[in-house]
């Protein structure tokens, strides 16, 4: 029997409010342990799949909501040895697959989804980087092998995804240009990219002759698909180029690439999730996400409004239009 009773954000039907309900804590099992949640980020697929969507997600609805976690370890489950009551921990952690999400005060984690906490970091600071630190990490690093020296253009610099992929490609050496409005070009620049406005240069032949001579970009890392990935193959580097996206599930023609000898590689970040397979290597990312925090190479943009489970529907609503100004965030 649970020890806890526990309150959670519930998606009982679609596009209709969460609800707020009491239900009992999770034991956790072996290779688990049991996280009190102090905050939960949400993104913009949680409310895909409160909204009926998101179905490559596959989270049936009654459910919990949430992927994103940071919070304190509660208890701990058999062949557990990583991890003790009272550490400071953070993942993406559930809430697709049918499993349990963040948006509750306690969920049981499988342990090697887990990375210990920056230090200086706050919890509100910390639940709002697994998902996005995970995607620019496997797309640039696990995928494209970013090295030093190269030319990195990243589509869409100032979203989730793009300011992390900035800030990596940046800490491994790499020369950085980012896409975006010129709304976004302070953002962008404050990161240490290149900011390019993709309305006044809209063409991928006015930034490719510009920054790369006409050569091509090294690694372009695509966070927003359809024409933009299409345009990512116009600017690969001839023979060496990679492109990289996480949202390339349209049908695209892949003859721009082929024409340049280049190569793609595609970014799915549920899958651990989804199928248990490379569950560690999440954790192992985002020691990774810890050390260049502690190291002062990573920051993390936040809305500055506050949001609890009371006004959990207010947070959703914000990221559904489209209006937060960096990670929304729950705070339990």
Known sequence: MSQYNMRAAVASYPREPLQIKILPSPTPK??????????????????????????????????????????????????????????????????????????????????????????????????????????????????????????????????????????????????????????????????????????????????????????GFDIVFDTVGGAVLDASFEVAKVYTGHVVSCFGWGEHKLAPLSFRGATYSGVFTLLPLLTGKGRKHHGDILAEATLMAETGKLRILLDDRRFTLENVNEAFSIVTAGKAKGKVIIEM
Not at 182 to 194: C, D, K
């Open 30 to 215: 072996a290779g688990q342990v049991l996280v009190k949640v102090c905050a939960a980020s949400v993104n913009p697929l949680d409310t895909k799949i409160s909204l009926g969507q998101g179905l490559h997600a596959r989270q049936p609805l009654p459910a919990v909501l949430g992927i994103d976690l940071a919070g304190i370890i509660e208890a701990v489950g058999e062949d557990v040895v990583a991890w003790k009551v009272g550490d400071e921990v953070f993942g993406m952690a559930g809430g697709i697959g049918g499993q349990q999400g963040t948006l509750a005060e306690y969920i049981a984690v499988d342990a090697d989804l887990l990375a210990r906490k920056p230090h200086s970091w706050s919890m509100r600071k910390a639940a709002a980087l697994p998902l996005v630190f995970i995607t620019a990490w496997e797309g640039l690093v696990d995928r494209a092998n970013v090295q030093r020296g190269q030319k990195v253009l990243i589509q869409g610099g100032a979203g989730g995804v793009g300011h992390m992929a900035i800030q990596i490609a940046k800490a491994r050496g790499a020369e950085v240009f980012a896409t975006g409005s010129a709304a976004h070009s302070e953002v962008i620049e404050s990161f240490g990219a290149t900011a390019i406005d993709y309305l006044t240069q809209a063409t991928p032949t006015d930034y490719l002759d510009r920054y790369t001579n006409g050569e």
